[in-house]
């Protein structure tokens, strides 16, 4: 590779232009958290607002692009829709907010369409004014985008000269022709190259209407650095452990990998979802009260959902939308009824706030066996989720695979140990338990199948079998040690280094050959 003329000196002070195009929605079968059935829905959203905040309170000079999503920004239906934009402008001057404009944003209440035709236009209008429009005005140091509806404009940061980060939160992309990009009002002939397209183009005439762009590889393939949302989802990806990523992105995030310009960075839970300021459990609790606090809400969770009363029964919850692709939510079903009748002597009950397509099969076992009392199956309401998270003892995530969890972080703010299959943000998250050594904030299982989790709902109910004041006090340990890991403050300040490095380093040019190109 080509070393450019610009050398790039340290800057002390960066201006940092982060984009986002997702305020509301996080596509299905991809998710990295739990699922919340509101236009502020989480995710990516959630992670970007919070990473302004924290990366602005660190002193950085960050600014940030959305789409101007009109209807979502101004409009509370039935306290539904959330006006995400005040999120930013509680921490940020408008002058550091930048709107990209079109009328295709304006009367939408979703990210996503259920159009597949409908996402690309979204995408490549956003894409358009943020290289037209807001990087000229913004004049950033750096650049950090975020997904596939980004993908284009780190091939423009390269041609600017500008640092750019492109993070990975997950493995959805789309392919667009460049006429097609064109006829958007962008001028890709300028940064053509630093594209990545589906076969070897000849030459730019000859590709231009025939060789479509991949969003997602393109963005990896031009960006400086990428990261994932997880290190150990990263190493998977680039071990090929996962069969659903495509082997495009497969071999540029391992390209990027293997020049040592791949991390990964754990999101952090919401600052709200912990029980000392969670307005929607009866008693706010910290981890000296957790046992009063988890007590009051398990029994009112019990209650709300026509359970057995009974504060000695131990409550395992479900927080994860129902998908057997990624959650793992057939696992459950394979030992559900097995797992209620091992356990009836010690009244385990189970809780599912969620929805998706497995809802059904659990209602119908919990139909069939008449085990109303110990299973409640609901559908997702954020505030019955928090009441779930605050009266359980146990949180279930046995995803097949996980770009990084919120939920297993979020248990363990709330003192419920989560069980999870040991994979990508589940492995760099929970430690198993050894409440000997009083070490480790949960129960993983290596094995993907339903007797793994059975052992792991076993390791978990011989921990529930410890003595109360032992139990306790690892409860307050995994708390306080929880409490001080599992914040956007330490996920700021990891993006913040990244920054500093990217900064320092020499900008290389992407116009060497390529696998893909000619």
Not at 388 to 399: E, Q
Request: glycine fraction near 6%; charged fraction near 20%.
């Amino acid at each position: 590779m080509k070393q450019e003329n610009r050398k790039t000196p340290k800057v002390k002070n960066p201006r940092i232009l982060i984009v986002t195009p997702e305020i509301t929605y996080l596509p299905s079968g991809m998710g990295n958290m739990a699922n919340k059935m509101t236009a502020k829905a989480g995710g990516l959203a959630d992670v970007s607002a919070s990473l302004v905040s924290a990366l602005f309170n660190l002193g950085a000079d960050v600014h940030v692009a959305l789409p101007h999503y009109r209807k979502m920004f101004h409009v509370d239906v039935g306290n539904l829709i959330e006006n995400e934009l005040m999120v930013y402008k509680s921490v940020l001057p408008n002058s550091r907010i930048h709107l990209a404009q079109d009328r295709v944003f304006y009367y939408r209440d979703t990210v996503y369409s259920s159009y597949s035709e409908d996402n690309p236009k979204l995408a490549l209008a956003f894409e358009r004014e943020v290289i037209n429009n807001i990087i000229p005005t913004v004049r950033p140091d750096l650049i950090h985008c975020n997904d596939w509806m980004t993908g284009l404009i780190p091939a423009e940061a390269r041609r600017l000269g500008i640092p750019c980060l492109f993070t990975v939160h997950n493995i959805h992309t789309q392919e667009v022709t460049l006429e097609r990009i064109e006829n958007t009002g962008i001028d890709a002939a300028e940064f053509w190259q630093n594209l990545y397209f589906m076969r070897v183009p000849y030459n730019y005439e000859e590709t231009r209407s025939t060789n479509p762009v991949d969003m997602l590889a393109s963005g990896i393939f031009a960006s400086h650095y990428i990261n994932t949302v997880s290190p150990t989802f990263l190493r998977e990806v680039v071990d090929g452990r996962h069969s659903f990523v495509p082997p495009q992105i497969r071999s540029e995030m391992c390209a990027k990998f293997e020049a040592g310009c791949a991390e990964g960075i754990l999101n952090a839970p919401d600052p709200s979802s912990r029980p000392d300021r969670d307005a929607n459990i009866p008693m706010k609790y910290g981890p000296e009260s957790h046992a009063e606090g988890k007590r009051t809400a398990k029994l009112a969770l019990q209650e709300r959902l026509s359970l057995d009363v009974d504060a000695s029964a131990p409550v395992f919850f479900w927080p994860s939308r129902l998908d057997p692709v990624q959650k793992g939510c057939q696992l459950l079903s394979d030992i559900m009824y097995r797992t209620v009748s091992k356990y009836w002597k010690e009244k385990l009950q189970i809780v599912i706030v969620a929805n998706g397509s497995y809802q059904r099969v659990f209602n119908d076992i919990v139909n069939f066996h008449g085990i109303h009392n110990r299973v409640a199956v609901c559908n997702f309401n954020e505030a019955l989720s928090s009441l779930g998270y605050a009266g359980s003892d146990f949180v279930l995530m046995p995803s097949l695979f996980e770009p990084c969890g919120l939920p297993q972080m979020i248990g363990v703010l709330y003192g419920s140990l989560p069980v999870v299959h040991d994979t990508g943000g589940l492995h760099d998250t929970v430690e198993h338990m050894d409440a000997g050594r009083s070490t480790g904030n949960g129960f993983v299982f290596r094995d993907y199948d339903s007797n793994a989790l059975a052992w792991g709902i076993d390791e978990a109910m011989r921990f529930y079998g410890l003595d109360a004041a032992k139990r306790e006090m690892e409860i307050r340990r995994v708390m306080r040690e929880g409490g001080a890991r599992f914040t956007h403050e330490v996920c700021a300040k990891s993006y913040m280094e990244m920054y500093e490095h990217m900064l320092r380093r020499p900008l290389l040019s992407r116009n060497a050959a390529s696998p893909h190109k000619k």
